[in-house]
């Protein structure tokens, strides 16, 4: 480990960061054809009334897998008809009968049907259930179909459902825009509640409660130094004031306000992090969360002495902030969004730090890599001396879901898109998106096995992961546009037997928010899977968000996957998230906790907001969709490579942390960090890290690259550009612009 040396409270030089510190393939897609967009306005609507309990009849069938009698030619299969996308269709060969039909994965309990026919249509057609694909029944029959747009009205349960047509209306064959199923989902079974009680580890107070301190105090005690222990915690605060309190969040800990807005739920006192169990080094402080709170801290600075993983949102501090270890020791990388700072934020020893829609009334300091978008009184940029990055709005933003108590009742606020953001969400009137009861999530507690969780999501409910840790025997599947699955406390799911532990079909508006997934001891091909392969959907208007949703191979255990997080949709957003092959803990080695790949995007338009990601064995992330963009970037190379030989990647000599693929045209990245500490062995090279076509549209802004006291080395920042990093010091080279 390199010496710590002295701290003193200004702004040090660059420390090194110490030895053990941490840190589904398919080719390149594609053409989509151009789609009319439908304008949305979910974005901007106010706050409004809880829907009853009853799940209403969701879409059931967009994105489903269709199949038909035939298709008139290439571009107009039957996915087409199943796709959301107005501007594309099915259509037959020119003769009768032909039919379509769509799987829903589960038997469901059916409303109507909608069709949409182009001027091809059916003057004579059925629809037609069926709950095995084999044996079917008539649900409605027509001999004089009127084409256009028909809204009709089915019943029945069933899996499959299929228009089957007997006579055409033109000389040409059937062509539908839209075919679309509506329904309840779970018809299979009986029904889950939901709502309910949030389990024993979800500790809530009102400013009445007796004991909240020494509650605190008990739990911190069990999770201040449990990094790969299976506590999981959330502290959630009813509206009001709380005087006098310290909260100390360890590992797995989650404290969080329960209003609407920050300042709903104040504490006069501190939220704490700090590294006293680690000997003041706070590189490992992981694994935990404030949110929606205002502090008013008790000398007029908060600590958050924090590394990856940690998350600070919706916050109003009432003072300074620090984000140093007493002593001023290592710390390493954290994330501040949709939050305002009074006073000053206090970087101190802090290497690097992305903040996001936000307010600070000052900034201190910066060692290696400060980011800053939409962000009111941020510094301007400066990079590499001071090593600031600001962009004045963030491009696309949308908030993490959050709970909140209101009317005697638990509810879930999912926030409105934003664009071109800047400042908080929350500033001023009334907060902007919609609000879901409780009534409408399964709540699941510890022992609820993942075919539970997808019975309730098939009934039309959105998850609620309370604390704790579940093994997967299945991958949970997300099929249903706009559906939230939201955990407390670090709620972590670990897939047993080589799954995948969370599928996200291509459907609009899917919100992931707030949970971890540990890698099981049998390789999962992927961990995290955004889409299908061939996704090709417009989701502009509704993207699909991931927001501190963390991945980890190893660490707890061995674990083991090919690829972490795979994201084939369009327009998806990713805002924070830590991807970790751990290099410390249980089941660590080169091949023991092997994982080649930590982030590869397919989809085209996808945003990453505060983008960790490190140790993979190959690529850390590789990108090969169109106008993909990152806004801060952090980076360790795999510490544990054994030998030259095991990082050679082609003629290249080392795997790039970053790799954009040469089919790409467009591609832009801002403030992007990669580091290296090869322990066991030192004389390992790596030619860059960064590696991208040299093409007019990809641009990258404000690089570098640093060894870690001298263990390997970066002949160039990105392809074959940006000065070699030398000898033990551990000071950066920078590119500020590329090409």
Same mark, same amino acid.
């Not at 996915?79 to 469901?108: K, M």
């Not at 055409?168 to 309910?196: C, I, K, N």
């Not at 071109?420 to 699941?444: C, D, E, H, I, K």
């Given at each position: ?78 996915? +087409? ?31 109507? %049907? ?37 809204? &009709? ?33 779970? @018809? ?9 009680? &949030? ?21 911190? $005690? ?36 329960? @209003? ?27 694994? *935990? ?16 002495? %924090? ?47 992305? /903040? ?14 400060? +980011? #800053? ?22 491009? =696309? ?50 022992? /609820? ?31 249903? +546009? ?36 540990? +890698? ?6 992927? &961990? ?43 327009? %998806? ?33 996808? &945003? ?18 169109? *106008?993909?963009? /990152? ?15 095991? =990082? ?41 890290? #960064?590696?991208?076509? %040299?093409?007019? @549209? ?30 033990? $010091? ?10």
């Amino acid at each position: 480990m390199p010496p710590a040396g002295t701290r003193v409270p200004t702004p040090p030089p660059p420390p090194p960061r110490p030895g053990p510190a941490p840190a589904a393939l398919r080719p390149p897609r594609r053409v989509t054809a151009a789609a009319l967009v439908t304008a949305l306005l979910a974005g901007l609507l106010a706050l409004v009334a809880a829907p009853p309990a009853a799940a209403a009849p969701v879409l059931l069938s967009q994105g489903r897998p269709a199949t038909a009698s035939s298709q008139e030619n290439g571009g107009t299969p039957a996915s +087409a008809a199943v796709d959301g996308d107005p501007g594309t269709r099915w259509s037959s060969a020119f003769a009768d009968p032909q039919w379509i039909q769509v799987d829903l994965g589960a038997p469901a309990v059916l409303s109507r %049907v909608d069709l949409r026919w182009e001027t091809a249509y059916g003057k004579a057609y059925r629809v037609e259930l069926s709950g095995n694909g084999t044996d079917w029944t008539t649900a409605h029959s027509t001999a004089n179909g009127p084409g256009g747009d028909e809204s &009709l009205p089915v019943t029945g349960t069933a899996r499959y459902v299929r228009v089957s047509g007997t006579a055409r209306a033109t000389g040409y064959g059937y062509s539908l825009w839209e075919f679309q199923v509506y329904g309840t989902p779970g @018809g299979d079974g009986p029904a889950l509640p939901g709502g309910g009680d &949030l389990g024993p580890n979800v500790h809530v107070f009102d400013p009445g409660t007796p004991g909240i301190q020494a509650e605190l105090d008990q739990v911190f $005690a069990q999770q201040e130094s449990a990094q790969f222990g299976s506590g999981r915690h959330a502290f959630l605060l009813k509206p009001g004031t709380y005087d006098g309190l310290n909260a100390q969040i360890g590992f797995y800990t989650q404290i969080a306000g329960l @209003g609407l807005r920050p300042d709903d739920t104040t504490v006069n006192g501190d939220v704490t992090v700090d590294a006293g169990w680690f000997n003041g080094n706070a590189t490992q402080n992981f694994w *935990r969360a404030a949110e929606n709170l205002a502090l008013a801290p008790a000398n007029g600075t908060d600590r958050w002495a %924090v590394s990856q993983a940690a998350s600070f949102r919706r916050m109003h501090v009432k003072g300074n902030l620090n984000l140093a270890p007493s002593g001023y020791g290592w710390a390493s990388g954290g994330y501040i969004a949709d939050s305002r700072i009074d006073g000053t934020v206090q970087p101190y020893s802090q290497q690097q730090w992305y /903040t996001r829609d936000s307010a600070v009334g000052g900034w201190l300091n910066g060692v290696w890599n400060m +980011a #800053f978008s939409g962000v009111e009184g941020a510094p301007a940029t400066g990079f590499p001396n001071p090593p600031y990055t600001t962009l004045d709005t963030t491009p =696309v933003s949308r908030e993490k879901p959050f709970l909140y108590w209101e009317g005697g009742e638990y509810k879930v606020f999912a926030p409105a898109k934003r664009v071109n953001a800047r400042g908080t969400s929350w500033a001023s009137g009334t907060p902007q998106g919609r609000s879901v009861p409780l009534s409408r999530f399964y709540v699941v507690r510890p022992g /609820t096995t993942a075919a539970t969780m997808n019975a309730a999501l098939r009934q039309g409910l959105h998850l609620l992961l309370t604390p704790g840790v579940y093994h997967l025997d299945r991958p949970v599947q997300i099929d249903r +546009a706009d559906t939230i699955v939201l955990g407390l406390g670090l709620a972590t799911l670990v897939p047993d037997n080589g799954v995948t532990a969370m599928r996200v079909a291509d459907v609009d508006g899917v919100r992931l928010a707030g949970f971890l997934v540990d +890698a099981g001891p049998v390789n999962s091909p992927v &961990l995290l899977e955004i889409g299908a392969p061939d996704s090709a959907a417009d989701h502009a208007a509704n993207p699909t968000t991931v927001q501190d949703v963390y991945l980890r191979v190893g660490g707890a255990g061995p674990g083991k996957a090919t690829v972490a997080m795979a994201v084939h949709s369009d327009d %998806v957003i990713v805002d924070h998230t830590w991807v970790w092959r751990a290099d410390h803990g249980e089941g660590v080695g080169w091949e023991t906790n092997r994982a080649d790949y930590g982030v590869r995007v397919y989809g085209d338009d996808v &945003l990453a907001t505060g983008l960790f990601v490190e140790h993979f064995n190959k690529y850390d992330v590789e990108w090969f969709g169109e *106008r993909g963009r /990152t806004i801060f970037f952090q980076n360790e190379k795999a510490y544990d490579a054994p030998n030259q030989a095991a =990082v050679q990647d082609g003629p290249y000599k080392g795997y790039a942390a970053y790799r954009v693929d040469d089919s790409v045209n467009t591609h832009e990245g801002w403030a992007l960090g990669s580091y290296c500490y090869y322990n066991v062995d030192p004389t390992i090279r790596q030619d860059h890290g #960064f590696r991208a076509p %040299v093409k007019p @549209g990809v641009r990258f802004h404000d690089l570098l690259v640093v060894s870690l006291g001298g263990n390997g080395q970066y002949e160039h920042v990105i392809n074959g550009v940006g000065a070699p990093t030398s000898g033990t $010091a551990t000071v950066p080279s920078t590119v500020v612009s590329y090409p």
